[in-house]
């Protein structure tokens, strides 16, 4: 069955610090990998996506992922984070050869922004 | 272009009622799908509709039910309202189903409370 795990419930880092939130799969194949995030109250905003091709895809705000088949992981990173990213992140994944209707989401990840 | 459109934007209802959330994709696109999100289960596949019919569907009691019109709104009902039903709605639109190098597109979602 497919599954996201996202370890990290709750991260804080300083302004001006990288990041980096980490995200696991479980897939019979090689999924479409998303990166979501959401503010509070809101819906949800693609950062990037991973179709094929390019291991390392870029997004939105700064952000880049990296796809490694061998670890089944997505990670999702920023060299230097901004108060404004303090949100919740979600990584999903989606079936290739399906419906891009059904997506798995992870837990989130909920980001916190020091000053 | 305007965005994935839901309303209302909050509801409350009382337990028994019914409710039906509306949706209206981005123009152009066909898949409309729903998620539920709630703090202790997360983002929640509930069901997908494509040309007016329903392709996917998630693991929740026939109390919760859709349908898709001819211009791609979408509405969700929910009958007999538990207080768990109590969540935020997301709908997400697509551009076709089963179409590579496309993404899910989510609106704000409607906040549902059951008192």
């Known amino acids: 069955a497919q599954s996201v795990t996202q370890p990290d419930i709750h991260i804080t880092v300083s302004e001006g610090a990288s990041l980096e939130l980490r995200c696991n799969y479980s897939?019979?194949?090689?999924?479409?990998l998303f990166w979501y995030v959401q503010s509070p109250g809101q819906g949800l905003q693609l950062l990037l996506k991973?179709?094929?091709?390019?291991?390392l895809v870029q997004g939105i705000k700064g952000f880049e992922a990296e796809f490694k088949r061998s670890q089944s992981s997505f990670n999702l990173r920023k060299p230097s984070v901004h108060w404004s990213d303090a949100a919740e992140y979600f990584c999903?994944?989606?079936?290739?050869?399906?419906?891009?209707?059904?997506?798995?989401f992870g837990r989130g990840t909920q980001l916190t922004v020091w000053p | 272009k305007a965005g994935v459109t839901q309303t209302p934007r909050y509801l409350i209802k009382t337990r028994g009622q019914q409710v039906t959330l509306s949706c209206s994709p981005i123009s152009g696109h066909r898949s409309v799908s729903w998620y539920q999100q709630t703090p202790g289960q997360g983002l929640q596949f509930l069901f997908e509709?494509?040309?007016?019919?329903?392709?996917n569907k998630g693991n929740f009691p026939g109390r919760f039910s859709g349908r898709q019109f001819s211009n791609s709104r979408s509405e969700m009902n929910v009958s007999t309202l538990e207080l768990g039903d109590s969540a935020l709605y997301l709908c997400?639109?697509?551009?076709?189903?089963?179409?590579?190098?496309?993404?899910?597109?989510f609106g704000q979602g409607t906040r549902l409370t059951v008192v």
């Open positions: 999903a994944v989606g079936a290739r050869g399906s419906t891009l209707g059904r997506l798995y």
């Open positions: 897939y019979g194949a090689t999924p479409y």
């Open positions: 991973y179709f094929s091709g390019d291991t």
């Open positions: 997400a639109s697509s551009l076709a189903r089963g179409q590579g190098n496309t993404e899910a597109f």
């Open positions: 509709y494509f040309s007016e019919t329903q392709r």
